[in-house]
Nanobody
Framework: QVRLVESGGGLVQAGDSLRLSCTFP????????LVWFRQTPGKERQLVASITSGGTTNYADSVKGRFTISRENARGTMYLQMDSLKPEDTAVYYC???????????????WGRGTQVTVSS
């Protein structure tokens, strides 16, 4: 199964910043909508941010004004810039790809393995 590859997670303090990256090898990167989900133990994956093939972005209310999703089609890479991090942002972050940016995780056929983000208070 083709997998996306995330990187950039880690342990930071509240108020710090992190940038996550996601690459999608072997596919026509520019034609896909790309998203970030996050998941904490015992809870379902939550859509954090999405970016369409045309560059339209959308964010969960909990991260608006703090997170920025972007893509560099020439590099085949998507980013999630996370600023002013809060302890409640602690989760495993997954990137996923689909022709359109669905909100339901079950509609995505391409996933990464996830990267842990931990924000201490």
């Amino acid at each position: 199964q083709v997998r996306l590859v995330e990187s950039g997670g880690g342990l930071v303090q509240a108020g710090d910043s992190l940038r996550l990256s996601c690459t999608f090898p072997g596919r026509t990167f520019s034609s896909f909508a790309l998203v970030w989900f996050r998941q904490t133990p015992g809870k379902e994956r939550q859509l954090v941010a999405s970016i369409t093939s045309g560059g339209t972005t959308n964010y969960a209310d909990s991260v608006k004004g703090r997170f920025t999703i972007s893509r560099e089609n020439a590099r085949g890479t998507m980013y999630l810039q996370m600023d002013s991090l809060k302890p409640e942002d602690t989760a495993v972050y997954y990137c996923a790809a689909s022709p359109v940016p669905y909100s339901e995780p079950r509609k995505y056929g391409y996933w990464g393995r996830g990267t842990q983000v931990t924000v201490s208070s």
